[in-house]
């Protein structure tokens, strides 16, 4: 790639992306907010709009009449220049529900299409599944398999990125070494892959109380499993095979009996949650069942927070978050009264001084935070793109 630092080519290429990169974000602007936006003259912008224009990247969306002299058009990113899709893989375990959940947006955010799936992944190949499921997406939204140009994968497990292989990941096929080249090779795009804890943290960050925060922590309180997620500024801690966080996994030892060795997923993992509320006369199929149902169950609560303060005070004590968010559907279907429960067994357990928050995020976070991941990496391509292309 020849040197362009100082060329025309490399001022036109930062012009355009720098527009571009406004119209994705606000959208709907005119010339006049552009210009005082990047700084550039009336002629620069016309030309960068002429050329985003010319590559179907950008399109006239209306015409503003409030001000004197001609209406000016106004500018917005096209949605269908691309698109993004994402697909939540999840172990069913104790819950019942879909094995695969999924969506498309357009390159505004815009939800498409979505769908859910039961897929039995001990007869079904993970590759096959995945582009089927890409796919029936596409179908739903009429958009043309080119047009996706990013499948964000959120996945139970640790993806070693250098390995190119998931690891700590029960669902059947997915810890198959190539598996993920396979399936990007298969739907001819890029494929991303990401726990889904931490999708869940991109969520948080994007849409709930983790939005002005300049870190936090998000404790994951799953149906079957634990997770942490790290969040440093907007910055995602994965660690060096992408394990960071994988707290279910952290050893305890069991107060009555100093050789029987207990994991945290042991203390308040769904399965414990279940017999917890057993031991209370509290009844559910799912852990979340469970909690919604023992919202005046003060002992029960009780009991339950002061297991999840164990796991905070380790969180709280290494990394001295701001704040840490409770999250997955058993924070959910806890809400208030586990929130207040957990603050008072975490004061009782240790002199910490992080605020707790539970997640106000109502949807499926993983899912919303694999949207905002792959259309974040589809955005970033497109702007990369233009440069690349002044090349």
Request: aromatic share 4%.
């Amino acid at each position: 790639m020849p040197r362009l630092a100082g060329s025309s080519k490399l001022l036109r290429a930062m012009n355009e992306s720098a527009a571009l990169a406004h119209l994705l974000e606000p959208g709907r602007l005119t010339r006049a907010d552009l210009r005082r936006l990047t700084a550039l003259s009336t002629p620069t912008i016309s030309e960068v709009l002429r050329r985003l224009t010319d590559a179907g990247l950008v399109t006239v969306v209306g015409h503003n009449s409030g001000r004197p002299g001609p209406n000016a058009e106004i500018y917005a990113a096209n949605p269908d220049a691309a698109y993004a899709a994402a697909v939540s893989v999840r172990d069913v375990g104790t819950s019942g529900g879909p094995s695969v959940v999924a969506a498309l947006c357009d390159l505004t955010g815009a939800v498409r299409a979505r769908l859910e799936s039961r897929i039995d992944f001990l007869h079904t190949d993970p590759k096959t599944a995945m582009v089927d499921v890409v796919a029936e997406l596409g179908a739903r939204a009429g958009v043309p398999a080119d047009r996706i140009r990013h499948v964000q994968l959120g996945v139970a497990g640790a993806y070693d990125s250098r390995a190119e292989t998931i690891r700590h990941v029960d669902v059947p096929g997915f810890s198959r070494p190539g598996l993920v080249p396979d399936i990007a090779a298969a739907l001819g795009t890029h494929v991303g892959v990401d726990n889904d804890v931490n999708l869940a943290a991109v969520a948080e960050r994007r849409r709930g109380v983790g939005r002005e925060a300049d870190g936090f922590a998000l404790l994951w309180l799953g149906e079957d499993g634990l997770g942490l997620a790290i969040d440093i500024g907007g910055a995602l801690i994965r660690g060096a095979r992408g394990g960071a966080g994988e707290i279910g996994y952290m050893p305890l030892y069991s107060p009555d009996s100093t050789y029987r060795k207990v994991d945290l997923q042991d203390l308040f993992g769904g399965a414990a949650i279940l017999e917890l509320g057993r031991d209370h006369g509290v009844s559910g199929a799912t852990p979340s069942d469970v909690v919604a149902a023992a919202a005046d169950a003060g002992e029960f609560l009780a009991h339950l927070a002061d297991r999840i303060a164990v796991g905070l005070a380790a969180v709280i004590a290494v990394l001295d978050p701001s704040l840490v968010v409770l999250a997955g559907p058993v924070a959910q279907a806890g809400g208030r009264p586990l929130l207040t429960a957990v603050n008072v067994a975490l004061r009782r357990a240790a002199p910490l001084e992080s605020t707790v928050a539970v997640t106000t995020i109502n949807d499926d976070a993983v899912l919303l935070g694999a949207l905002d991941a792959g259309l974040t990496a589809v955005r970033e391509a497109l702007i990369a793109s233009i440069r690349d292309n002044e090349a």
